[in-house]
């Protein structure tokens, strides 16, 4: 009945999204930001979409936006965060990360993203403990492996108790 009811528009953004109705989810969208600039799910939605445009500095204005709305967004901290990570912003990305950890520390992506934060952040210590927490909740977990041994090889005889010949053992038992 209410053509400007935001909360039944994110609903109709999500269904067409799903329906592959990308175009009308983003007109939807449009319609809903210019209705309510100040809703944090919109902004994170806008940003996804930036990201599958290939529209980068856009889609992270829009999750500094969201996270600005509202800090406990889990979802859109961690976009924040992957983008700063893979822009080599380590410790903004780091930053994220640990908030990310305390909204939803039982999200594996989370532990993983931290652990390569600290890696960047050469806290190698906190990388192992991070990447093991990982490998705690989902054991077979490849990418843990691979992150560890690149922990090790990055590392090298800087790891903790660790000179270059068993760091780079350690790596490659990981790699394995």
Same mark, same amino acid.
């Given at each position: 009945r209410d053509e400007k009811n935001v909360p039944a528009m994110l609903s109709l953004i999500?269904?067409?999204?799903?329906?592959?109705?990308?175009?009308? @989810?983003?007109?939807?969208?449009?319609? @809903?930001?210019?209705?309510?600039d100040k809703n944090a799910e919109l902004h994170y939605l806008r940003g996804k979409r930036l990201m599958d445009d290939a529209r980068l500095a856009e889609a992270l204005a829009q999750f500094k936006r969201a996270v600005e709305l509202d800090p406990d967004m889990a979802d859109a901290r961690m976009e924040l965060g992957l983008r700063m990570l893979a822009?080599?912003?380590?410790?903004?990305?780091?930053? $994220?990360? $640990?908030?990310?950890?305390?909204?939803?520390?039982?999200?594996?992506?989370?532990?993983?993203?931290?652990?390569?934060?600290?890696?960047?952040?050469?806290q190698w210590d906190k990388a192992k403990v991070a990447f093991d927490r990982a490998l705690r909740m989902k054991?077979?977990?490849? $990418?843990?492996?691979?992150?560890?041994?690149?922990?090790?090889?990055?590392?090298g005889a800087e790891f903790p108790g660790m000179d270059l010949l068993t760091s780079l053992a350690k790596a490659k038992e990981e790699f394995g």
């Open positions: 999500h269904a067409n999204l799903k329906m592959g109705r990308v175009e009308l @989810a983003d007109s939807i969208l449009e319609q @809903a930001l210019a209705i309510d822009g080599a912003n380590y410790q903004e990305a780091l930053k $994220q990360f $640990q908030v990310v950890e305390k909204l939803s520390p039982k999200l594996v992506e989370v532990h993983l993203a931290l652990g390569d934060a600290y890696r960047s952040t050469r054991n077979d977990l490849a $990418q843990a492996h691979y992150n560890l041994a690149l922990m090790y090889l990055s590392a």
